[in-house]
């Protein structure tokens, strides 16, 4: 008896550079294209030859019915509607080069700053990004869209025992940091990228889970010298991302 193929609800993703990277995704199944009929996207010579491919499915609309039908949405003409698998099964880690670099995301529930991260991550060379299966952010339309494309080029994964695999990390070489302010923790420039890392981040408001933060190697913290007492999420993983890449890459 043959198993059922699993089905994917469709995703939506607009403006150019998103649609571009979704059309180059082999993973991704293209079901519908709205183009804008003289619009930026429709006179874009790259995304015309992406189109031909995917003939069957383009529809031009007229400018008055497709601002009706994407009211209030930056798309730069165009609209692409798709499926796929967007997260991929955790491998085994032990063989993969001594800089390589995975992010775990503990207690982040905002998609738009999820996007922001996927972008973040991708942009200054991480390898993965982890989020647990349950009570996290997930990646949304909301997620995909600020993402502009990356989540296509960098793995994500979900994982149920956030806990446990960091145990299974730790076994395949990795060092483990926490970011969370913290008395005993070091400043985050003081950090030795390279190696194997994972680096663990939490929400503004929760931070990280007290019994993942046990299973940390080493904790940073990003000093604030302002009146506001944290960054934005993404904003530390930002500074976080990009000292680790002048560290394993300098100039």
């Not at 198993?3 to 649609?19: A, D, E, Q, R």
């Not at 647990?132 to 949304?140: A, E, I, R, Y």
């Not at 985050?188 to 929400?203: A, P, Q």
């Amino acid at each position: 008896m043959k198993k059922n193929k699993k089905t994917y609800s469709p995703n939506m993703v607009f403006g150019i550079n998103g649609c571009l990277n979704v059309f180059k995704a082999k993973k991704l199944e293209i079901i519908s294209i709205h183009l804008m009929a003289g619009g930026n996207a429709d006179q874009n010579k790259i995304i015309n030859q992406q189109c031909n491919q995917f003939s069957q499915k383009v529809q031009r609309l007229n400018k008055k019915d497709f601002l009706n039908k994407y009211s209030g949405l930056r798309t730069q003409g165009i609209v692409v509607l798709f499926k796929g698998k967007l997260y991929k099964q955790i491998p085994n880690f032990s063989n993969v080069d001594s800089n390589f670099s995975l992010l775990i995301l503990d207690n982040i529930e905002d998609p738009q700053n999820f996007g922001q991260i996927i972008r973040t991550a991708e942009c200054g060379g991480l390898n993965g990004i982890i989020i647990p299966q349950h009570n996290s952010v997930d990646l949304t339309n909301t997620a995909i869209q600020i993402s502009q494309g990356a989540f296509v080029h960098i793995p994500i994964y979900k994982c149920v025992n956030i806990n446990r695999l960091i145990e299974d990390l730790k076994k395949q070489g990795f060092w483990i940091i926490g970011f969370e302010n913290s008395v005993n923790a070091k400043e985050w420039y003081n950090i030795d990228y390279n190696e194997k890392t994972v680096l663990i981040f939490g929400s503004e408001g929760r931070g990280i889970r007290k019994k993942t933060i046990e299973k940390c190697d080493f904790l940073a913290t990003i000093p604030m010298q302002g009146n506001i007492s944290s960054l934005n999420v993404s904003a530390s993983i930002s500074a976080v991302t990009f000292e680790r890449l002048r560290q394993i890459k300098p100039l």
